[in-house]
């Protein structure tokens, strides 16, 4: 059975880090593109950053560019999004997803991140 | 950046009736587009991929069709787990983007 399993999220203040981590089993992490995808309170889903199997390539929305990192470790199964210098607009459920290869054919229950002060 | 409206926003059925929801992309996506249902408090579900193609597991109710800029995914026969929120999904060009939704009620 394929698991996605994230964690690392929590209230943190403006301008704050966190390290968010997804836990990965039941399949060949290695073999797959894997995203992550973020949802405000109440709103529709928005793409953030998607790693290629080899994390040879990154992309990232526009929004996050330059500020979260996403990052992979084959040897634990774990997809990782560094993100830095948090705003407000960035409150989201994080969602770990696995890659067809740029679709999405599982995900986590996410992780709350809440920016505030 | 390629924009995904989704109409309509919200459609009210019944169980039994059949359910017509339309995504449109503001340009070409080929054939390049993804249907998700999201249940409250829980994760997507991924559909249909490739505009047509069911996921593995999704019942045969569930289909998906079209091309270019205008996609729509029915639900021949609605069943009561069927009511929920629905994302379309284009994979053609950087930045993948979703559509706004549209919410299935009963």
């Known amino acids: 059975e394929v698991q996605l399993v994230e964690s690392g999220g929590g209230l943190v203040q403006p301008g704050g880090s966190l390290r968010l981590s997804c836990v990965t089993s039941?399949?060949?992490?290695?073999?797959?593109?894997m995203s992550w995808v973020r949802q405000a309170p109440g709103k529709g889903l928005e793409w953030v950053a998607t790693?290629?199997?080899?994390?040879?390539?990154?992309y990232y929305v526009d929004s996050v560019r330059g500020r979260f990192t996403i990052s992979r470790d084959v040897a634990k199964n774990s997809l990782y999004l560094q993100v830095n210098g948090l705003r407000v607009e960035d409150t989201a459920v994080y969602y770990c997803?696995?890659?067809?290869?740029?679709?999405?054919?599982?995900w986590g229950k996410g992780t709350l991140v809440t920016v505030s002060s | 950046e390629i924009v995904l409206t989704q109409s309509p926003a919200t459609l009210s059925l019944s169980p039994g009736e059949r359910a017509t929801l339309s995504c449109r992309a503001s340009?070409?996506?080929?054939?390049?587009l993804a249907w998700y249902q999201q249940k409250p408090g829980q994760a997507p579900r991924l559909l249909i991929y490739?505009?047509?193609n069911r996921a593995t597991g999704i019942p045969a109710r569930f289909s998906g069709s079209g091309s270019g800029t205008d996609f729509t995914l029915t639900i021949s026969s609605l069943e009561p787990e069927d009511f929920a929120v629905y994302h379309c999904?284009?994979?053609?060009?950087?930045?993948?983007?979703f559509g706004g939704g549209t919410k299935v009620e009963i």
């Open positions: 997803a696995r890659g067809k290869p740029t679709y999405f054919d599982n």
């Open positions: 039941g399949f060949t992490f290695s073999s797959y593109w």
């Open positions: 790693i290629k199997q080899d994390g040879s390539d990154k």
């Open positions: 340009q070409s996506v080929s054939g390049y």
């Open positions: 490739d505009a047509s």
């Open positions: 999904q284009q994979r053609l060009n950087w930045p993948l983007t």
